[in-house]
């Protein structure tokens, strides 16, 4: 089983949380997704980034439980979904997503959208306090926070997010958004890091003329993009070469010009849904 000097985050509740995983929407529950975890363990990931609403919490789950990894060598993320936000849901909906997963407790546990038109996350949040009180996670974070309703969390609350999981890659870099979290000691993790599902980011020239020069791939480029900005980062992939090639990011570094050059890629459009208008339930 490889081990691999790799960079972590300290949260600020002192939890180390490793800055480069395996993200898990779309990978189908059983034979998919299991066959991603173990794979991506045997190369030396040793954060999983899942949900409720991805429905394979149990093939992640049984993937950790059946690793060489020792559980506590392993950071599992899950999260919550917006149909069981609000004080009488959390606790059930959490006690669910434990059980499919076959762990006894979780590394860190996101509020998944912040629903404002719903009104309901900062009930749910002291929900979110009590597990972490009772040491079922390790640590609580939210997903998809704008700084309004990270602004809003504190007026009522004293626990600082950990996290905050949002969309963000070299075409919408969020600075606004980095600023803030990291004025408040909150790290931010990057969902579609590597732009998507049927994005066209990685056929940008300016990532393919550096990973040229690297001697890289341009997904590889991105992905040292988002750790040297200090981001906490999860690409998904279910295909072992690619789930590799995307580990194999830490023995090359992006030279200021390079970041600098990246970063002239944003458009400001994001691909998936404004926070503000998602209200799915
Ligand atoms: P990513 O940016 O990780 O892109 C995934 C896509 O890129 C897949 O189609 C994958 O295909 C492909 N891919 C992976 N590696 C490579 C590579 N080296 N070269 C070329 N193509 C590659 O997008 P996601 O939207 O999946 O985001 C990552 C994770 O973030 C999710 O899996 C999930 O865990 C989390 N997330 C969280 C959200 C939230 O609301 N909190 C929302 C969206 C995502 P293949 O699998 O075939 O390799």
């Known amino acids: 089983m490889a081990v691999i000097d790799q960079p972590t985050i300290t949260l600020r ?4 949380m490793p800055q480069l995983g395996l993200g898990v929407w779309r990978a189908k529950d059983g034979a998919e997704v299991e066959h991603a975890v173990r794979a991506a363990l045997a190369c030396g990931y ?15 789950g049984a993937a950790i439980r059946s690793s060489d990894v020792p559980r506590k060598d392993i950071f599992v993320t899950t999260k919550l979904w917006n149909s069981d936000q609000g004080a009488k849901n959390v606790r059930a909906a959490f006690e669910a997503s434990l059980e499919r997963l076959g762990l ?3 590394d860190l546990y996101l509020i998944h959208w912040p629903m404002p038109k719903k009104g309901l996350f900062v009930e749910t949040w002291k ?10 996670v390790r640590s609580i974070g939210v997903s998809n926070f704008t700084v309004e309703h990270l602004e809003e969390l504190a007026k009522h609350s004293e626990t600082v997010p950990s996290v905050n999981q ?3 890659h070299p075409r919408f870099p969020q600075e606004e958004l980095r600023r803030y979290c990291s004025e408040h000691d909150i790290h931010v993790q990057s969902w579609s890091p590597i732009g998507g599902q049927g994005s066209d980011l990685l056929d940008e020239e300016t990532l393919h003329d550096i990973a040229q020069d690297h001697g890289k791939t341009p997904a590889q480029v991105v992905v040292r993009w988002h750790l040297q ?3 906490i980062v999860i690409p998904k992939s279910v295909n072992e070469q690619r789930i590799a090639q995307n580990f194999d990011v830490f023995d090359f570094e992006l030279s200021d010009d ?18 503000n208008e998602f209200n799915t339930a």
């Open 13 to 16: 509740n002192g939890v180390q």
């Open 46 to 60: 040793r954060l999983i980034d899942t949900a409720a609403v991805y429905q394979n919490e149990a093939g992640v």
């Open 104 to 106: 006894d407790y979780i």
């Open 127 to 136: 929900e979110f306090e009590k597990l972490l009180a009772e040491g079922k």
């Open 166 to 168: 949002v969309e963000l």
């Open 229 to 231: 900005h200090d981001l």
């Open 258 to 275: 390079e970041m600098a050059a990246i970063d002239g890629l944003a458009t400001g459009q994001r691909r998936g849904p404004d926070p």
